[in-house]
């Protein structure tokens, strides 16, 4: 799915945002902005993965709806109630904060993937999302031009590289891998307009963010 979106796939995972977070050179604004419509992005994850778990057929699904819910809830948004914190802004204040169009979007899209389709479709709807910030944290880490030290979005960059998120990724990957082998090629034609769609919605979150949109 990914060789079939390569030129979105591309520009969602080596975007400006990302290279010049990656520099540390990203004005604060605009991390500001996107983290703050990335708390809201990431209550409405959480209720897909809620989705996953109604979804699911066995104990071993709901298992990991349920893993990857709690990934959300208990470490990924903490990072981000710390960030805001830190610039003085409570989590009540976020809980208020208005949608952008990007987030309401993408959000969105994902929700009625999952609710219109199967399991299958709603990982695949989220795919870009787990996937794709795996990724984007070791090309991070790979490039010449990434600040390691006295990065201000070093945290950022340590949690989606760190073994916690990476364990997610792998273990998503193994099952997309193992289910997607067994489809046939009309679906796979479906599924991966789901993911392209995906794929292009993330790009459309962090140009939100240096829009400031
Ligand atoms: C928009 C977006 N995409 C992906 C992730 C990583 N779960 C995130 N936090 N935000």
Not at 130 to 140: K, P
Request: glycine share 8%; net charge negative.
């Amino acid at each position: 799915m990914k060789a079939r979106s390569a030129p979105d796939w591309q520009a969602y995972c080596e975007h400006r945002f990302v290279r010049d977070l990656a520099a540390g050179t990203l004005p604060e604004p605009a991390f500001q902005h996107y983290l703050k419509q990335d708390y809201l992005f990431l209550v409405q994850f959480a209720r897909a993965w809620g989705l996953a778990v109604y979804k699911s057929r066995d104990l071993s699904e709901i298992r990991q709806g349920l893993d990857s819910l709690k990934a959300i809830v208990d470490v990924e948004i903490g990072l981000h109630v710390n960030y805001c914190a830190s610039w003085g802004i409570d989590e009540a204040a976020l809980a208020k904060l208005t949608a952008s169009r990007a987030t309401l979007a993408y959000t969105r899209y994902v929700l009625d993937a999952g609710m219109s389709g199967d399991l299958l479709d709603l990982h695949v709807a989220l795919a870009p999302c787990i996937i794709g910030y795996g990724e984007i944290a070791g090309w991070i880490l790979r490039q010449p031009f990434t600040k390691h030290e006295g990065n201000p979005y070093a945290d950022w960059i340590a949690m989606y590289a760190g073994d916690e998120y990476q364990g997610l990724v792998a273990s998503e990957l193994e099952w997309l891998n193992r289910r997607l082998a067994g489809v046939d090629e009309q679906r796979m034609d479906q599924l991966s307009t789901v993911f392209g769609d995906a794929t292009r919605l993330e790009a459309d979150f962090w140009q939100m963010g240096l829009d400031l949109a």
